[in-house]
């Protein structure tokens, strides 16, 4: 593969919407939908279930905020998140927020076990 083959792949790779280039970046459909969705009940001091997601750092090379991020995506995906009790919230809203937070997830996941290894 020629040198400018390579280049432009890596170059596609890194412009992809809301693709994120680097693991401590929220994608911003996954920011929108939290800000919209989220923050009434889990911000500030009396934030629920002490989950406050404006001061949740995005950073996953702590593996404390990759768990707590993977948490969040398991719950808005098993629907248990936004609540039954709250505003509805549009399918495609939620299945945008999966899907970016996902790609997301795995971008780290994918970088740490080619970093690191798998164990």
């Known amino acids: 593969m020629s040198l400018r083959v390579l280049l432009s792949i890596c170059f596609i790779g890194l412009t992809s ?3 994120p280039a680097a693991d401590n970046i929220l994608p911003a459909t996954a920011t ?3 800000k919209a969705e989220c923050f ?4 500030g001091s009396d934030a629920e279930a ?5 001061q949740l750092s ?4 702590r ?3 990759f768990a707590k991020w993977v948490r969040i995506f398991d719950r808005v995906a098993a629907g248990e ?3 039954q009790d709250s505003a509805t919230v549009a399918p495609d809203k939620s299945s945008e927020f999966l899907r ?3 790609q997301w997830l795995k971008h780290h996941e994918r970088n740490q076990n080619e970093t690191l290894g798998r164990v």
Request: glycine share 4%; proline share 11%.
């Open 50 to 54: 002490a989950l406050d997601l404006q």
């Open 81 to 83: 998140m936004p609540p």
């Open 17 to 19: 919407v809301d693709s």
């Open 32 to 34: 929108s939908f939290l």
């Open 58 to 61: 995005p950073d996953l090379s």
């Open 63 to 65: 593996r404390t905020n």
């Open 40 to 43: 009434d009940c889990h911000s």
């Open 100 to 102: 970016a937070t996902g």
